[in-house]
């Protein structure tokens, strides 16, 4: 099953993020390394997880939403839990 690596900015000054987090949270797995990006592992297609992440949030805000083979990376500063969720899944 794929992970989808989910960047976002949401750009209205004081938006609330609670409906994108339980959006991302809902799939399988995942893990929330740096504040606004996710791990999100997924049966569904990285453009099919964007369009599921559009309907949760505004029309001016930015999402990238890219496959991660997990082939090469890198930590630091991240915490051990996301470290050892990425050795899992990634």
Same mark, same amino acid.
């Given at each position: 099953m794929p992970v989808h690596w989910v960047n976002y900015d949401l750009n209205k000054t004081g $938006?609330?993020? /609670?409906?994108?987090?339980?959006?991302?949270k809902s799939h399988q797995s995942w893990a929330k390394p740096l504040k606004s990006s996710f791990f999100v592992k997924t049966s569904l297609t990285a453009? $099919?997880?964007?369009d599921g992440v559009q309907k949760h949030i505004d029309t001016n805000d930015d999402v990238v939403v890219v496959t991660v083979t997990g082939?090469?990376?890198? /930590?630091?500063?991240?915490?051990s839990e996301v470290t050892e969720w990425m050795k899992k899944n990634l």
């Open positions: $938006q609330d993020y /609670t409906r994108l987090i339980e959006y991302l453009g $099919q997880l964007r082939a090469f990376w890198a /930590t630091y500063g991240i915490s």
